[in-house]
């Protein structure tokens, strides 16, 4: 089993910037991909960038792409979330999860998931 505690949320103004981590801990997870979802008030929680462990290649939704940038620390045993231009959509719960696929944009493909951290942007 696969431990995921993610921290780095808070509250910010529109167009600044933040960085989520996500601390990982139990099972070997190098062969994993890892995930970044995220749920606002009232809506499906969606997919927000997945990468794989093992060779860094990363994806992202199109609301997010070129604003945020996923990356992983092996050494620390940590990915992040570097969220740039936050916009008042991006208001939402985050979480991070792993999939035994190398990456994936689907919910269904994660088994394990974090707490989620809070992340409210305001005007």
């Known amino acids: 089993q696969v431990q995921l505690v993610e921290s780095g949320g808070g509250l910010v103004q529109a167009d600044s910037s933040l960085r989520l981590s996500c601390a990982a801990s139990g099972r070997t997870f190098s062969r994993y991909g890892m995930g970044w979802f995220r749920q606002a008030p009232g809506k499906e929680r969606e997919f927000v960038a997945s990468i794989n462990w093992n060779n860094g290649y990363a994806v992202y939704s199109d609301a997010v792409q070129g604003r945020f940038t996923i990356s992983a620390d092996s050494a620390k045993s940590t990915v992040y979330l570097q969220m740039t231009s936050l916009k008042l959509e991006d208001t939402a719960v985050y979480y991070c999860?792993?999939?035994?696929?190398?990456?994936?944009?689907?919910?269904?493909?994660?088994?394990?998931w974090g707490q989620g951290t809070q992340v409210t942007v305001s005007s």
């Open positions: 999860a792993t999939t035994v696929s190398s990456y994936s944009r689907h919910r269904w493909d994660y088994a394990n």
